[in-house]
């Protein structure tokens, strides 16, 4: 059994940070960088479903980036195993989500990013936790946090505010960090987040000591 699996989203990332060009590996690139940097002993299983490409540009003086991609220009079906934890990248924007449905072990969490809106809020109901930022948020995180099984996190800047679906709420608060690298911080904050609950499965302790992990690298990055 793996200790995760990654579905979704793979791209071949252009990154221009001022007059700096760079290539990267992005969506579940970033997932599986931090993930293997903070746990080297992980067992991770990668399923893309989807390959594309984006030009990406970054602003660290105003800890600001923009994007454009072509997510889908190449489909492939996954290989469904077995997993203590399945993560999806990026949930509003597969070709099929058909596979979900045939993920029987494990918990489930999914990613959503800028750009389509999720039209089919059926699918949640096969989703442990729901990771998205403010700035992509499309429903009433309370109305969204009723679809999935256990929980949606909220990220922003300042920190994040974990929606149960029983109604409770978990607010973690943190340091803004000024003149950073903004790139893939929701990819770094669930691939925390993961690593972390699957060592207490507990949540509010995974999403204080992911955010501080978080804080912690964009800081020493600067």
């Known amino acids: 059994m793996y ?7 793979l791209t071949f990332d252009r990154i221009f940070d001022g007059l700096k060009k760079d290539n990267s590996v992005g969506s579940m690139g970033n997932v599986w960088y ?14 893309p479903t989807d390959i594309g490409e ?5 602003n660290k003086e105003k800890s600001e980036r923009a994007s454009i991609a072509n ?3 190449q489909y492939r079906k996954p290989v469904i ?6 993560h999806i990248l990026y949930l509003n924007e597969l070709s099929d989500t058909s596979f979900i449905e045939d993920i029987k072990t494990g918990l489930v969490s999914a990613d959503i990013c800028r750009g389509n809106v999720l039209n089919e809020l059926s699918i949640l109901k096969h989703i442990d936790f729901l990771f998205i930022s403010d700035e992509d948020l499309f429903l009433d ?5 009723k679809h999935v099984k256990h929980s949606v996190i909220l990220h922003y800047p300042s920190g994040s505010v974990c929606y149960n679906k029983d109604g409770s709420t978990i607010k973690t608060d943190v340091e803004v960090i000024d003149g950073i690298n903004v790139l893939g911080c929701g990819d770094m904050l669930a691939s925390y987040f993961i ?5 207490c499965y507990d949540v509010k302790n995974s999403i204080e000591k992911s955010h501080k992990l978080v804080s912690n690298y964009l800081g020493a990055g600067k």
């Open 141 to 145: 995180v309370m109305e969204l946090s």
């Open 81 to 86: 195993s077995k997993s203590k934890w399945n």
């Open 3 to 9: 200790d995760v699996s990654l579905y979704g989203h």
């Open 34 to 47: 931090h993930l293997t940097k903070i746990n080297p002993n992980i067992k991770i299983n990668l399923e």
């Open 54 to 58: 984006s030009l990406i540009m970054v």
């Open 71 to 73: 997510l889908n220009l």
């Open 195 to 199: 690593n972390e609950y699957l060592k």
